[in-house]
């Protein structure tokens, strides 16, 4: 992992971290990362977890969330980068899911790392690691 002032945080991470029964690792890295103040998300995870927040209390957490987290803008260039990432990903014989490739794309795009629990963004990772190969 190299060194940045946030990190962004996927919304698998955060399906774990704000699970009671969420995975004790995930949870963990999560709770540090927003302790230290530099736990990151984007709009794109912010919409996932809205889409999915079920009841009062998961949308009350959320709304919670929103005051404290670092939002990454999601920039013109950010929506060009998952396009390439979405071609990279093709030509390599898989296709990933849209939201994968612009919270992916959002972290590179600013220079923070991810913290996720994806197989989908370990793939964009390992096809973006490849560009010039």
């Known amino acids: 992992m190299r060194k940045s002032q946030v990190v ?11 699970r009671q029964t969420g995975r004790g690792d995930i949870r ?7 302790a230290e103040g530099i736990a990151a998300w984007c709009d794109m995870v912010a919409v996932e977890l809205w889409n999915g927040a ?10 919670e969330l929103e005051k404290e987290i670092i939002c990454l803008n999601t920039t013109p260039e950010v929506w060009q980068t998952a396009k390439v990432l979405a071609q990279r990903c093709r030509k390599q014989g898989q296709t990933v899911p ?14 923070v790392d991810i913290e996720h ?13 490849l560009k010039g190969k």
């Open 98 to 111: 849209s939201s994968d490739l612009v919270i992916t794309a959002c972290a590179l795009h600013h220079g």
């Open 28 to 34: 963990q890295k999560v709770s540090h990362l927003m």
């Open 117 to 129: 629990c994806d197989s989908h963004i370990e793939f964009i990772l390992k096809v973006h690691a």
């Open 54 to 63: 079920r009841g009062d209390y998961e949308k009350q957490k959320l709304s």
């Open 8 to 18: 962004l945080i996927d919304t698998s991470s955060w399906i774990e971290a704000l």
